[in-house]
Each structure stands twice: as C-alpha cells, then as structure tokens.
C-alpha cells in the first residue's frame, strides 16, 4: 500500500507566524484532504484538494499529482491553529499521515 | 445539515468485555468508514462500508467487525476486549463509494481496564 509522510513532526512558532505542511505520497492518490485535529479529537475538513490549489482565508492548500505531494500553507498564524494537521489520501482505502503537531505561542 | 455523529463519546469497560459503538452518516451519505487512533499507531483504517456491504478492510484482527444499516447507519463491534483497545474510534462518511470528500465524526473514545 501507499505511504505517507508527513513533514515536519512537530513546529513551534510565534504566533503571527507563517508555515507550510508538507505531505508526500509513495504513489498516485485519490481524494486527499487536509485535517485539522481539535484537542476534543474531533477532525476538521480543511480542505479537499486532489490537484490544484485552494484558499480558505489564512490558509490555503495546493496538490501536485504528478509529483505526489501537498502543502498546507498558514499565514498569520493564530494560537487557535495549534493542533495537529493530517493529510490522507486514497488508494483503495483511505491512509493518514502520522501529522504534524503546530504550536503557536502567544 | 447534521453532521456525522457517533455514540457514545465515551465508554470504560473491562478486558474480556465487548463493545458496540454506533455511526450515523450525514443525510444522504451512503459510505462509512471507521478508523482507530492510538498515540503509537496514529490513525488506522478498520473498514468501509457502501450500502451495506463491507467493501474494504483494514488489518485488524476478526475481533472487530461491523456492519451497516439500509439507512446507511453503521455499528462496529469488538469482542474480547484487550487493553491494547484502548483508542479513539472515528467515523466518517462520503457521498460515494470509495471515493469523495470525507467527513468525521466526533468519535467514540474507548478505555479499556
């Protein structure tokens, strides 16, 4: 099956901050999303994004399928983006990213 | 729109037990799926369910099964309960079958003793 990887594990910023999220792929995937993880548990659709680019206020997203990889983009970073993020795509199941952990300090 | 929810949101039972945990799609969606998230393991697909057929299955043992409603609510069950099982089981459901966007619910955290 597919792999995964998330980069990078973990991330400290300041809040005002920007960062980028990076999810690559070992093969060509269907459907990949960006989560946000509440600390409730709770997974948050951030984006949909099998190619292309999308924006949702401070952040945005953009897939390359061709080079299988994804980036999330968060611009002025808030303390309410801390949490972890995760990407997931579809071969013929769905498989997670083990995730990045952002804090953002105030 | 009621988005996707599970029951209950929290259990405590004793190895040996069995457990039923239940997942009600938003309106419309006929593919559930469930996945099981542990701090070691991260976030792990047990299966998928599309009108009530199980289409895919993770790698887990036949402890846990599940299955779907014609109303395309979906329970999963695991027997034997181990401590090992302790986890956070999450429910999503899509439109379509193996395919399109995903939706979670709020999940079900189990703690096994």
């Known amino acids: 099956g597919i792999q995964v990887e998330q980069s990078p594990p973990d991330l400290i910023l300041q809040e005002g901050a920007n960062s980028t999220l990076r999810c690559n792929f070992s093969?060509?995937?269907?459907?990949l999303q960006w989560f946000h993880q509440n600390p409730w548990g709770q997974l948050i659709n951030l984006f949909y994004?099998?190619?292309g680019t999308k924006q949702n206020g401070r952040l945005s997203a953009t897939t390359v399928a061709t080079e299988r990889y994804s980036l999330l983009y968060i611009s002025s970073s808030q303390t309410t983006d801390s949490g972890v993020y995760f990407c997931?795509?579809?071969?013929?199941?769905?498989?997670f990213g083990k995730g990045t952990r952002l804090h953002i300090l105030p | 729109k009621a988005g996707v929810t599970q029951t209950p949101r929290y259990l405590i039972k004793t190895r040996g037990q069995q457990v039923t945990l239940s997942c009600s799609p938003i309106?419309?969606?006929?593919?559930v799926s469930w996945y099981q998230q542990t701090p070691g393991q991260g976030l792990q697909f047990l299966f998928e369910?599309?009108?009530?057929?199980?289409?895919n299955k993770g790698n887990f043992p036949g402890r846990f099964s599940g299955r779907q409603f014609s109303n395309s609510r979906s329970e999963m069950n695991v027997s034997t309960l181990e401590l090992g099982d302790s986890a956070l089981y999450l429910c999503a459901s899509s439109l379509w079958e193996s395919g399109g966007e995903q939706y979670f619910g709020p999940g079900t955290r189990l703690t096994v003793t």
């Open positions: 309106s419309g969606h006929r593919s």
């Open positions: 093969d060509s995937v269907n459907n």
């Open positions: 369910y599309f009108s009530e057929t199980q289409r």
């Open positions: 994004i099998p190619s």
């Open positions: 997931a795509g579809r071969d013929d199941k769905i498989i």
